[in-house]
Protein backbone atom coordinates (compact mmCIF):
# COMPACT_ATOMS: atom_id res chain seq x y z
CA UNK A 1 0.00 0.00 0.00
CA UNK A 2 2.77 2.15 1.13
CA UNK A 3 4.37 2.01 -2.54
CA UNK A 4 1.11 2.51 -4.21
CA UNK A 5 0.54 6.15 -2.57
CA UNK A 6 4.21 6.87 -2.90
CA UNK A 7 4.17 6.05 -6.76
CA UNK A 8 0.86 7.56 -7.27
CA UNK A 9 2.29 11.22 -5.53
CA UNK A 10 5.64 10.84 -8.09
CA UNK A 11 3.33 10.27 -10.73
CA UNK A 12 1.00 13.46 -10.03
CA UNK A 13 4.29 15.96 -9.47
CA UNK A 14 4.51 16.20 -13.34
CA UNK A 15 0.39 16.95 -13.65
CA UNK A 16 1.87 19.73 -10.98
CA UNK A 17 4.30 20.79 -13.10
CA UNK A 18 2.56 21.14 -16.25
CA UNK A 19 -0.28 22.91 -14.65
CA UNK A 20 1.90 25.70 -13.21
CA UNK A 21 3.66 26.06 -16.43
CA UNK A 22 0.25 27.08 -17.97
CA UNK A 23 -0.87 29.00 -15.16
CA UNK A 24 2.65 31.35 -15.65
CA UNK A 25 2.08 31.63 -19.26
CA UNK A 26 -1.61 32.77 -18.95
CA UNK A 27 -0.83 35.55 -16.28
CA UNK A 28 2.03 36.79 -18.58
CA UNK A 29 -0.33 36.85 -21.68
CA UNK A 30 -2.71 39.03 -19.46
CA UNK A 31 -3.84 42.78 -21.16
CA UNK A 32 -0.70 45.15 -20.09
CA UNK A 33 1.18 42.43 -18.11
CA UNK A 34 1.04 40.88 -14.39
CA UNK A 35 1.71 43.94 -12.88
CA UNK A 36 -0.84 45.93 -14.36
CA UNK A 37 -3.40 43.03 -13.74
CA UNK A 38 -2.74 42.92 -10.14
CA UNK A 39 -2.79 46.53 -9.95
CA UNK A 40 -5.92 47.42 -12.14
CA UNK A 41 -7.14 51.31 -12.26
CA UNK A 42 -4.25 52.08 -9.45
CA UNK A 43 -1.49 50.96 -11.96
CA UNK A 44 0.88 53.61 -12.78
CA UNK A 45 4.31 53.61 -14.45
CA UNK A 46 5.92 53.84 -10.73
CA UNK A 47 3.72 51.25 -9.24
CA UNK A 48 3.89 48.58 -11.84
CA UNK A 49 8.34 48.91 -12.02
CA UNK A 50 8.02 48.44 -8.12
CA UNK A 51 5.49 45.32 -8.57
CA UNK A 52 7.92 43.86 -11.55
CA UNK A 53 11.13 44.23 -9.47
CA UNK A 54 9.37 42.60 -6.47
CA UNK A 55 8.20 39.86 -8.25
CA UNK A 56 11.35 39.43 -9.68
CA UNK A 57 8.93 39.98 -13.71
CA UNK A 58 12.18 42.16 -14.88
CA UNK A 59 14.07 38.51 -15.08
CA UNK A 60 14.38 36.58 -18.18
CA UNK A 61 11.38 34.03 -18.72
CA UNK A 62 13.38 31.01 -17.28
CA UNK A 63 14.07 32.65 -13.87
CA UNK A 64 10.73 34.55 -13.79
CA UNK A 65 9.13 31.27 -13.92
CA UNK A 66 11.42 29.58 -11.30
CA UNK A 67 10.85 32.32 -9.08
CA UNK A 68 7.13 31.71 -9.60
CA UNK A 69 7.84 27.99 -9.05
CA UNK A 70 9.36 28.62 -6.03
CA UNK A 71 7.01 30.98 -4.37
CA UNK A 72 3.95 28.52 -5.19
CA UNK A 73 6.30 25.52 -3.30
CA UNK A 74 6.32 28.23 -0.18
CA UNK A 75 2.94 28.66 -0.25
CA UNK A 76 3.11 32.52 -1.31
CA UNK A 77 0.23 32.58 -3.87
CA UNK A 78 0.16 36.32 -3.83
CA UNK A 79 -1.49 39.26 -2.51
CA UNK A 80 -5.21 39.74 -3.05
CA UNK A 81 -6.41 43.00 -4.73
CA UNK A 82 -9.45 43.14 -3.33
CA UNK A 83 -8.57 42.40 0.97
CA UNK A 84 -4.58 43.32 0.66
CA UNK A 85 -4.27 39.59 2.59
CA UNK A 86 -2.35 36.99 1.35
CA UNK A 87 -4.56 34.58 -1.19
CA UNK A 88 -3.33 31.41 0.81
CA UNK A 89 -4.88 32.73 4.38
CA UNK A 90 -7.81 34.11 2.18
CA UNK A 91 -8.15 30.51 0.99
CA UNK A 92 -7.68 28.56 4.06
CA UNK A 93 -10.19 31.13 5.73
CA UNK A 94 -12.74 29.89 3.54
CA UNK A 95 -12.19 26.44 2.87
CA UNK A 96 -13.36 24.78 5.17
CA UNK A 97 -17.12 26.24 4.71
CA UNK A 98 -16.70 24.96 0.86
CA UNK A 99 -15.70 21.63 1.47
CA UNK A 100 -18.16 21.35 4.37
CA UNK A 101 -20.87 21.82 1.75
CA UNK A 102 -19.12 19.77 -0.72
CA UNK A 103 -18.57 16.72 1.39
CA UNK A 104 -22.07 17.21 2.55
CA UNK A 105 -23.91 17.45 -1.08
CA UNK A 106 -21.84 14.43 -1.82
CA UNK A 107 -22.66 11.94 1.69
CA UNK A 108 -26.40 12.57 0.48
CA UNK A 109 -25.52 11.95 -3.65
CA UNK A 110 -23.42 8.58 -2.28
CA UNK A 111 -26.46 7.52 0.41
CA UNK A 112 -29.42 7.95 -1.64
CA UNK A 113 -27.55 7.41 -5.29
CA UNK A 114 -25.66 3.77 -4.30
CA UNK A 115 -29.50 2.09 -2.82
CA UNK A 116 -31.05 3.73 -5.48
CA UNK A 117 -28.77 2.96 -8.40
CA UNK A 118 -28.24 -0.75 -6.84
CA UNK A 119 -32.54 -1.62 -6.14
CA UNK A 120 -33.17 -0.15 -9.22
CA UNK A 121 -30.82 -2.27 -11.35
CA UNK A 122 -31.96 -5.50 -9.34
CA UNK A 123 -35.87 -4.35 -10.28
CA UNK A 124 -34.93 -3.46 -13.77
CA UNK A 125 -38.00 -2.63 -15.94
CA UNK A 126 -40.51 -1.59 -12.31
CA UNK A 127 -41.71 1.04 -10.97
CA UNK A 128 -38.24 1.78 -9.14
CA UNK A 129 -36.11 1.66 -11.78
CA UNK A 130 -38.67 3.95 -14.30
CA UNK A 131 -38.62 6.48 -11.18
CA UNK A 132 -34.81 6.33 -10.83
CA UNK A 133 -33.86 6.96 -13.95
CA UNK A 134 -36.29 9.55 -15.38
CA UNK A 135 -35.59 11.52 -11.71
CA UNK A 136 -31.35 11.16 -12.83
CA UNK A 137 -32.12 12.56 -16.29
CA UNK A 138 -34.14 15.07 -14.73
CA UNK A 139 -31.61 15.86 -12.00
CA UNK A 140 -28.88 16.21 -14.81
CA UNK A 141 -30.62 18.85 -17.25
CA UNK A 142 -31.93 21.17 -14.10
CA UNK A 143 -29.41 23.80 -13.83
CA UNK A 144 -28.02 24.02 -9.96
CA UNK A 145 -28.41 27.55 -9.73
CA UNK A 146 -32.24 27.62 -10.83
CA UNK A 147 -32.28 24.61 -8.50
CA UNK A 148 -30.76 26.88 -5.68
CA UNK A 149 -32.81 29.55 -6.30
CA UNK A 150 -36.07 27.34 -6.65
CA UNK A 151 -35.17 25.80 -3.11
CA UNK A 152 -34.49 28.69 -1.40
CA UNK A 153 -37.57 30.70 -2.39
CA UNK A 154 -39.82 27.58 -1.70
CA UNK A 155 -38.76 26.37 1.65
CA UNK A 156 -36.72 29.39 2.84
CA UNK A 157 -38.45 32.00 1.92
CA UNK A 158 -42.70 31.20 1.31
CA UNK A 159 -42.47 28.07 3.82
CA UNK A 160 -39.45 29.43 6.54
CA UNK A 161 -38.43 25.77 7.31
CA UNK A 162 -34.93 26.25 6.39
CA UNK A 163 -32.46 29.39 6.76
CA UNK A 164 -32.57 31.69 3.37
CA UNK A 165 -28.27 31.76 4.10
CA UNK A 166 -25.35 32.42 5.95
CA UNK A 167 -23.45 29.16 7.50
CA UNK A 168 -24.95 30.06 10.87
CA UNK A 169 -27.38 31.96 12.94
CA UNK A 170 -26.92 35.84 13.00
CA UNK A 171 -25.95 36.30 16.88
CA UNK A 172 -24.95 32.62 17.85
CA UNK A 173 -21.94 32.79 19.79
CA UNK A 174 -20.53 29.23 18.91
CA UNK A 175 -16.81 28.01 19.72
CA UNK A 176 -15.15 27.53 16.63
CA UNK A 177 -12.28 25.16 16.49
CA UNK A 178 -11.46 23.50 13.13
CA UNK A 179 -13.64 25.94 11.03
CA UNK A 180 -15.98 23.13 9.96
CA UNK A 181 -19.51 24.28 12.00
CA UNK A 182 -21.33 21.12 11.98
CA UNK A 183 -18.10 19.48 13.42
CA UNK A 184 -17.36 22.12 15.79
CA UNK A 185 -20.80 22.14 17.38
CA UNK A 186 -20.33 18.68 18.23
CA UNK A 187 -16.42 18.68 19.50
CA UNK A 188 -17.43 21.20 21.63
CA UNK A 189 -20.81 19.82 22.84
CA UNK A 190 -22.43 22.98 21.68
CA UNK A 191 -25.69 20.89 19.72
CA UNK A 192 -27.47 23.94 18.89
CA UNK A 193 -24.91 25.22 16.71
CA UNK A 194 -24.51 22.06 15.36
CA UNK A 195 -28.23 22.18 14.56
CA UNK A 196 -28.19 24.94 13.27
CA UNK A 197 -25.54 24.66 11.06
CA UNK A 198 -27.01 21.60 9.35
CA UNK A 199 -29.96 23.76 8.80
CA UNK A 200 -28.34 26.19 6.94
CA UNK A 201 -26.36 23.06 4.92
CA UNK A 202 -29.60 21.53 3.88
CA UNK A 203 -30.80 23.49 0.89
CA UNK A 204 -27.00 24.64 -0.72
CA UNK A 205 -26.15 20.78 -0.32
CA UNK A 206 -29.24 19.88 -1.68
CA UNK A 207 -28.68 22.10 -4.88
CA UNK A 208 -25.29 21.36 -5.06
CA UNK A 209 -25.89 17.37 -4.45
CA UNK A 210 -28.82 17.01 -8.15
CA UNK A 211 -26.03 16.14 -10.60
CA UNK A 212 -23.91 13.97 -8.75
CA UNK A 213 -27.14 12.08 -6.94
CA UNK A 214 -28.22 11.54 -10.79
CA UNK A 215 -24.94 10.38 -12.31
CA UNK A 216 -24.18 8.16 -9.07
CA UNK A 217 -27.62 6.82 -9.81
CA UNK A 218 -27.18 6.21 -12.70
CA UNK A 219 -23.16 5.06 -12.60
CA UNK A 220 -24.25 2.32 -9.91
CA UNK A 221 -27.54 1.14 -11.77
CA UNK A 222 -25.27 0.12 -15.22
CA UNK A 223 -22.68 -1.12 -12.89
CA UNK A 224 -24.75 -3.62 -11.48
CA UNK A 225 -26.91 -4.51 -14.13
CA UNK A 226 -23.13 -5.32 -16.45
CA UNK A 227 -22.14 -7.30 -13.02
CA UNK A 228 -24.82 -9.19 -12.68
CA UNK A 229 -24.55 -10.90 -16.29
CA UNK A 230 -21.31 -12.03 -14.98
CA UNK A 231 -20.13 -15.73 -15.27
CA UNK A 232 -18.86 -15.60 -11.55
CA UNK A 233 -22.45 -14.38 -10.04
CA UNK A 234 -24.30 -17.12 -12.06
CA UNK A 235 -21.52 -19.48 -10.93
CA UNK A 236 -22.29 -18.19 -7.58
CA UNK A 237 -26.05 -18.66 -7.52
CA UNK A 238 -25.56 -22.38 -8.76
CA UNK A 239 -23.71 -22.55 -6.19
CA UNK A 240 -26.19 -22.06 -3.48
CA UNK A 241 -24.26 -19.19 -2.04
CA UNK A 242 -26.66 -16.76 0.53
CA UNK A 243 -28.00 -14.07 -1.70
CA UNK A 244 -27.09 -11.34 0.98
CA UNK A 245 -23.36 -12.58 0.69
CA UNK A 246 -23.66 -12.79 -3.45
CA UNK A 247 -25.22 -9.32 -3.26
CA UNK A 248 -22.96 -7.77 -0.97
CA UNK A 249 -19.22 -9.60 -1.67
CA UNK A 250 -20.38 -10.26 -5.52
CA UNK A 251 -22.31 -7.96 -7.03
CA UNK A 252 -21.99 -4.68 -4.89
CA UNK A 253 -18.23 -5.07 -4.44
CA UNK A 254 -17.75 -5.70 -8.08
CA UNK A 255 -19.70 -2.66 -8.98
CA UNK A 256 -18.93 -0.03 -6.79
CA UNK A 257 -15.33 0.26 -8.60
CA UNK A 258 -16.58 2.78 -11.30
CA UNK A 259 -18.78 4.29 -9.16
CA UNK A 260 -15.68 4.94 -6.43
CA UNK A 261 -13.59 6.71 -9.37
CA UNK A 262 -16.56 8.96 -10.63
CA UNK A 263 -17.28 10.19 -7.00
CA UNK A 264 -13.49 11.08 -6.28
CA UNK A 265 -13.86 13.23 -9.59
CA UNK A 266 -17.54 14.04 -8.47
CA UNK A 267 -16.17 15.59 -5.18
CA UNK A 268 -13.02 17.64 -6.61
CA UNK A 269 -15.94 18.95 -8.87
CA UNK A 270 -18.19 19.98 -6.25
CA UNK A 271 -15.37 21.62 -4.43
CA UNK A 272 -14.49 23.51 -7.59
CA UNK A 273 -17.72 24.25 -9.15
CA UNK A 274 -19.50 25.53 -5.77
CA UNK A 275 -19.86 29.46 -6.84
CA UNK A 276 -23.08 29.80 -8.01
CA UNK A 277 -24.53 27.59 -5.02
CA UNK A 278 -22.58 29.60 -2.72
CA UNK A 279 -23.97 33.29 -4.41
CA UNK A 280 -27.01 32.39 -3.91
CA UNK A 281 -27.37 30.95 -0.36
CA UNK A 282 -24.41 33.32 0.87
CA UNK A 283 -22.50 30.73 2.39
CA UNK A 284 -18.95 32.11 2.61
CA UNK A 285 -17.01 29.66 0.84
CA UNK A 286 -14.63 29.55 -1.81
CA UNK A 287 -16.91 29.72 -3.87
CA UNK A 288 -18.42 33.33 -3.50
CA UNK A 289 -14.95 34.50 -2.98
CA UNK A 290 -13.90 33.53 -6.50
CA UNK A 291 -17.12 35.11 -8.04
CA UNK A 292 -16.60 38.34 -6.04
CA UNK A 293 -12.43 37.69 -7.37
CA UNK A 294 -14.00 37.26 -11.14
CA UNK A 295 -15.90 40.56 -10.80
CA UNK A 296 -12.89 42.39 -9.65
CA UNK A 297 -10.15 40.74 -11.50
CA UNK A 298 -8.53 39.68 -8.85
CA UNK A 299 -5.69 37.56 -10.47
CA UNK A 300 -3.21 37.15 -7.88
CA UNK A 301 -6.95 35.02 -6.57
CA UNK A 302 -7.52 32.87 -9.51
CA UNK A 303 -4.69 31.68 -9.99
CA UNK A 304 -4.33 30.33 -6.36
CA UNK A 305 -8.02 29.08 -6.54
CA UNK A 306 -6.49 27.05 -9.49
CA UNK A 307 -3.63 25.91 -7.85
CA UNK A 308 -5.31 25.57 -4.66
CA UNK A 309 -7.62 23.47 -6.31
CA UNK A 310 -5.43 21.55 -8.43
CA UNK A 311 -3.71 20.35 -4.99
CA UNK A 312 -7.11 19.16 -4.16
CA UNK A 313 -7.79 17.33 -6.82
CA UNK A 314 -4.00 15.48 -6.44
CA UNK A 315 -4.96 14.37 -3.05
CA UNK A 316 -8.33 13.15 -3.39
CA UNK A 317 -6.99 11.14 -6.74
CA UNK A 318 -4.57 9.42 -4.40
CA UNK A 319 -7.06 8.62 -2.06
CA UNK A 320 -9.33 7.33 -4.72
CA UNK A 321 -6.54 5.35 -5.52
CA UNK A 322 -6.28 3.74 -2.53
CA UNK A 323 -9.92 3.29 -2.03
CA UNK A 324 -9.81 1.55 -5.60
CA UNK A 325 -6.87 -1.13 -4.02
CA UNK A 326 -8.81 -1.53 -0.45
CA UNK A 327 -11.68 -2.67 -2.86
CA UNK A 328 -9.81 -4.34 -5.55
CA UNK A 329 -6.79 -5.85 -4.73
CA UNK A 330 -5.29 -7.18 -7.97
CA UNK A 331 -4.73 -3.28 -7.87
CA UNK A 332 -1.68 -3.40 -5.52
CA UNK A 333 -0.61 -6.20 -7.35
CA UNK A 334 -0.19 -4.17 -11.01
Same mark, same amino acid.
Given at each position: MLRLVIRRLLQLIPTLAGLSILLFLWVH????????????????????????EQLGLDKPVMEQYWLFLQRIVQGDL????????PV???LLLRFPATVELALSAMLLAVVVGIPLGYFAARR???????????? &??????????? +???? +??ALF???? /?????? /??QETG?????????????GLLTGELDAAWGAINHLALPAIALASIPLAIVVRMTRASVLEVLGEDYIRTAESKGLNKSVVRIRHVLRNALLPIVTAIGLLTGGLLSGAVL?? &????????? &??????????????????IMFIAATFVII????????? +???????VH
Open positions: RLPGGPAAAMLGERATAESKARIEGTSSQTGQLDERGGWLDVAAVSG &SLLGICIPVFF +LAFL +LRAVNL /GWFPAG /GRMNATEVTGFYVLDTE &SVFSFGGIG &SFLKDAIDNRDYPVLTGFNLLVDVAYS +LIDPRVR
